[in-house]
């Protein structure tokens, strides 16, 4: 972030939390995060880009507290009319709730940590740079066709606050998701990373159409409980979901989530960790707390869940720094969610250590449905399963235990002896998802994740391939 626009975004926030003090009195506590982003999409459809979009603003999200009361608003007109009426409306609407008891207060001066590096390059591409990427893309299909997209986004966020404490930071990020198609069967590639230039469109392309060309004349299969490698793509929603329902502070604490902190839910290979600096990410949240990882499950254990400063002072913990404006309501959550196994015995070894890894991250795409030596390795030693590519349309039936009913798409395969031998039609499953990852029940996980892209900006899923005992499919994509 350039110091200009540091200035910029902060002196805007100052200027909110001055306008509150001269409203509302200096008993008014206020807080106020000012985001400056910029999102450029390049979409393309039967192999060729027919859409560049790209939008920018700056928005202005204020939360006060007064007489016992708490309101919040946001807009996008920062003249000083827009953001006195800003303001104004805020104290209105605080006026008219009712008290608020629960108050936590606003977070004191702290320090907050250095935010990583961003890439200006990213952060500032041109349409013509995420075009390159689409046609190495689409060349790498070999004729098939190809739609998805590639996208890069930008965000400058300043916070503060009525006790004076203030934070800024920058973030970049690139992403990329395209499929292949081949006779009516799809193949997919997914990517997400700090820089557009680690985004090889041909890396990706490659391996979607790899595994389109795979997943052709797919065979029915009896519903049943099968063993199962699940591949980065598909761990990428069960991490999403784990986030969501599970290590969510608000829903922990009305008994909706499965987390027992304490409690031994996971097999022991499972660590998860919540880790929004190890990208590009902003190093605050929407209430000014400084971000830092946040392990939530250790060899199996549960150990934590995701507070902002509301949940976390009525579980006597203080926040973990997932405030966001939807957790007011809906409760904070990790966003930026990595699943990892043992530490590889050798972490000299580059080509066994470390995250990255997968297509379009230097490994190579194979001729088949199988995309890199992580998920080959855990197809091998499976005498019968199923290899999923991708999970998708996923609903939750029951919150507590986490039981969800979704889709398979993009390619299954059947496994016998370790070698995929015969593409699948998509199967519905409906499964809980912690039982599925419970002690005694993950088989492997890959050394390497690859990171996964949301449809929101600033959260992704850094994801291993995973190999399960079993996973209950009930019945074929129809019902």
Sequence with gaps: MSQEHGRDVLGLADQVVDLVRRLAGPR????????????????????FVHQNVAESGVSVRLRVHTGGRTAAGGGSVVTPEGLAALVERALAAARLCPPDPAWPGLAPRSPVPAAPA??????????????????????????????????????EAAFANSTGHSARGSAAEAAMDGIARSGGADGVARLHAGRLADL?????????AAK????????????????????????????????????????????????EPGAAQFDPAVTLVDDPLAGSG????????????????????????????????????????????????FGPTPVNLRLSGPAPANTD??????????????????????????TAALVAGME???????????????????????????????????????????????ESYPRALG???????????????????????DAPALRLAAWNFTGGASG
């Design 28 to 47: 008014a506590e206020a807080e106020v995060v000012v985001t400056r982003s910029a999102l450029a999409l390049t979409r393309f459809a039967n192999s």
């Design 118 to 155: 961003w890439d200006e390059a990213t952060a500032f591409a041109e349409p013509g740079e995420r075009a390159e990427r689409v046609r190495a893309f689409v060349d790498a299909v070999g004729g098939l066709e190809a739609a998805g997209y590639c996208r890069t986004a930008h965000r």
């Design 200 to 208: 090889d469109g041909a890396a990706l392309g490659a391996r979607a």
């Design 212 to 259: 389109a060309r795979a997943a052709v004349a797919p065979v029915e299969l009896p519903p049943g409980r099968y063993e199962v490698v699940l591949e980065p793509a598909a761990v990428a929603d069960l991490l999403h979901n784990l986030a969501l329902w599970g290590f969510n502070g608000k829903r922990h604490a009305e008994r909706q989530s499965f987390a």
């Design 282 to 329: 902003l190093p605050f949240d929407f209430e000014g707390t400084g971000r830092r990882a946040l392990t939530l499950v250790d060899a199996g254990t549960t150990v934590a869940v995701a507070h902002d400063r509301r949940s976390g002072a009525a579980a006597g913990v203080g926040s973990t720094g997932h405030a966001s404006p939807e957790a007011a309501t």
């Design 349 to 374: 070894d580059p080509a066994r250590a470390g995250a990255g890894g997968g297509a379009g991250s230097g490994a190579p795409a194979s001729a088949g449905p199988v995309a890199d030596g992580d």
């Design 384 to 430: 019968r399963g199923l290899l999923v590519s991708d999970l998708w349309y996923t609903r939750v039936l029951d919150t507590k235990s986490l039981v969800i009913t979704g889709l398979t798409r993009n390619g299954v395969w059947l496994v016998e002896g370790g070698v995929p031998v015969r593409a699948v039609r998509d199967l519905r499953f409906t």
């Design 439 to 461: 002690p005694g029940a993950v088989v492997g996980i890959g050394r390497r994740a690859v990171r996964q892209p949301d449809r929101v900006d600033g959260v992704w899923w």
